[in-house]
């Protein structure tokens, strides 16, 4: 079933319709304009969402050392890890 709303309405609640139309609420609805159906809203299937390619860049580059004295001065190294003075 579609629900149908005037422009006006559409205009001030679009955010609404659209999360009504996300969450799966509604799943269609139709905009009219002086009493006469102009245009449908409905969600975007679930095809266009695009998958995120985690670990992409694994193994293209040599791993490094982050143990703390190959690149910080003793003095620094004493301020963030807490020995010393």
Known sequence: MTTTVNMHDAKAQLAKLIEALEN???SE??????????VKLVP?????KRERELAF???K?????????LF?????????????K
Do not use: H, Q, T
């Open 72 to 84: 910080m001065d003793a003095d620094i190294a004493s301020m963030f890890l807490g020995e010393g």
């Open 29 to 38: 609805i139709g905009i009219a304009r002086d009493g006469r159906p102009a």
């Open 24 to 26: 799966g609420a509604e």
């Open 44 to 48: 975007v299937g679930e095809a266009a």
């Open 57 to 59: 860049l694994a193994g």
């Open 61 to 69: 580059y040599p791993l490094i050392d982050l143990d703390p004295s």
